[in-house]
């Protein structure tokens, strides 16, 4: 570890330095340098000084991606203030609990999200000043542009260190609000690194991030992962399917993290004759064998599996060796000689090879905790392990197999969704007396979210029907959160535990009934 920058500021530094003059930035008609980029990130963090901003301040970011995201990041880090993303999809509820229980002080958005921070406003009682990217004087608004006015390269920053707290990051767990997952600077500068070993990456590769940067997988992953190697970045607000490899061929990109979702959306893309002759050498998504292999073979790409949480940021990484990878495992812890993965059974011992057990990791970069959640921290972290709540198992050399999750949360895309959270929003209807929420297979987002419903007497399907509901969960829940589909039940299964009854309703599930609604053919999902 040795030679290796902590932090983030050390990083860029150490970049900018080697490699002033490289690129490192395009997005849209934006072309920036190492040393180009330095000095924006500098000009971000006087500013921020200049505001008031202290050392341990929270700094909230409601954005889709772009350049200043990434400015402010680097710019928190090299002050020491503490950045909390925030995913864009929230609902206006979701994105006030974010703010009020990350205690953030000031906040970065656009003009898109300027209406939803004037409903908020009074939701986070410690923040003092708002900012957006375009001139908007609603929600006493700063400009980007006024915020920047005199701002300079030259002044001395505070001093970080390894160990300081760099983000909260809000992850989706089992319990009604999300949790605040803290990680260091030292978690963003060395797992980045290590990633970007473990896939051979260097100067001359190009990483397409068109994930969202509120995610780590984007921002760590991706984003500074190839920054610690020296490449370049090509930055876009979202993933297209119809421009994904338009895109890739005109910049020369050649690699990606493309997650689960991504690759079965561009397999169902119409057949072409170039669909192999593009830049793409290396992308990471976890596929069942079949899947990856077709992958591989139609767009002439090699495809790596891999295994990552919020928790903790150093990945396994699947290998690039046709010889000897394996294919449905994620791969191999990376930094292996101070990442370790174990699989536990229920008593806390170790399960022998290929059998199914929960999936323990101990790094140094795993969290420091949930913030200002000490249950679910000693629940997390113990005896110097985190424990994930996912299942897998490790075969005899050692590589790893997810599973399942033991928790009760449903993977739509590349979303983690607390069934919880949302069987917590729809009983709070006073038409609807119980719900039990569960994951039903998708052929592309892996999973969607079905609601079972019980209304109270004398409810019907005519006096609540399912536009009405969905409309109620949009108010309280994100988007890509509310159910797909909605089955009115007389009852519920009556079984000796939630994960016996939501057990028997997958199976019911594969049989649709009558009274099972769909949000998309009705017009109001996506």
Request: hydrophobic share 40%.
């Amino acid at each position: 570890m040795s030679g290796l920058p902590g932090t983030l500021p050390e990083l860029l530094r150490e970049q900018a330095g080697k490699s002033p003059k490289s690129l490192l930035l395009l997005c849209n008609d934006l072309r920036l340098t190492y040393g180009e980029f330095e000095g924006e990130v500098r000009r971000v963090a006087h500013a921020f000084l200049r505001l008031g901003v202290k050392r341990g301040d929270k700094v909230a970011l409601l954005l889709d991606n772009c350049p200043e995201f990434l400015f402010t990041v680097f710019a928190a880090a090299e002050i020491g203030a503490v950045f909390v993303p925030i995913n864009t999809a929230s609902s206006a509820e979701e994105t006030g609990y974010v703010l009020g229980h990350s205690e953030s002080s000031y906040l970065l958005t656009s003009q898109a999200f300027v209406p939803l921070v004037e409903r908020i406003r009074e939701s986070g009682p410690h923040l003092r000043r708002v900012i957006s990217l375009q001139m908007d004087h609603r929600a006493e608004c700063l400009s980007w542009d006024e915020f920047l006015r005199g701002a300079s390269t030259d002044f001395t920053p505070n001093a970080v260190q390894p160990d300081d707290i760099a983000s909260i990051t809000y992850t989706s767990g089992t319990t009604d609000h999300p949790k605040g997952v803290m990680l260091t600077q030292y978690a963003y500068s060395f797992a980045p690194q290590k990633r970007a070993e473990a896939l051979g990456w260097n100067e001359t590769d190009r990483a397409f991030v068109m994930l969202p940067l509120f995610h780590v997988n984007a921002l760590c992953h991706m984003a500074i992962a190839m920054m610690s190697v020296g490449g370049s970045i090509l930055l876009t607000e979202k993933f297209s399917a119809s421009h994904f490899w338009d895109q890739v061929r005109e910049h020369n990109v050649t690699t990606s993290s493309l997650m689960r979702t991504i690759p079965n959306i561009l397999l169902n893309l119409p057949e072409r004759p170039d669909d192999a002759r593009n830049s793409l050498r290396l992308a990471v998504a976890l596929l069942p064998p079949e899947a990856h292999l077709r992958f591989e073979e139609r767009f002439g790409v090699t495809v790596v599996g891999s295994y990552s949480l919020t928790e903790d940021l150093l990945s396994v990484i699947g290998l690039q060796d046709k010889t000897r990878r394996k294919l449905g495992s994620c791969g191999l812890p990376v930094a292996a000689e101070v990442h370790q993965v174990r699989i536990l059974d229920e008593r806390g011992a170790d399960c022998a090879p290929g059998q199914l057990g929960e999936i323990a990791k101990q790094s140094p970069t795993v969290m420091k905790g949930y913030y200002k959640n000490s249950a679910a921290t000693s629940e997390a972290l113990r005896d110097g392990w985190l424990y994930t709540g996912d299942l897998g198992y490790l075969d005899d050399d050692g590589f790893l197999y997810f599973i399942d999750r033991k928790k009760d949360v449903i993977k739509r895309g590349d979303e983690n969704i607390s069934a919880e959270e949302v069987e917590r929003v729809l009983n709070s209807h006073p038409l609807i007396a119980e719900s039990a929420v569960i994951g039903v297979p998708d052929p592309i987002r892996q999973e969607e979210v079905k609601a079972c419903i019980v209304l109270k007497p004398p409810a019907t399907l005519e006096t609540l029907p399912p536009e009405e509901i969905w409309a109620f969960c949009s108010q309280h829940l994100a988007a890509f959160k509310i159910p797909r589909y909605l089955e009115y039940r007389d009852s519920l299964p009556k079984t000796p535990s939630s994960k016996v009854q939501k057990g028997v309703l997958r199976g019911e599930a594969r049989e649709q009934g009558p009274h099972v609604f769909d949000s998309v053919q009705a017009g109001k999902g996506k």
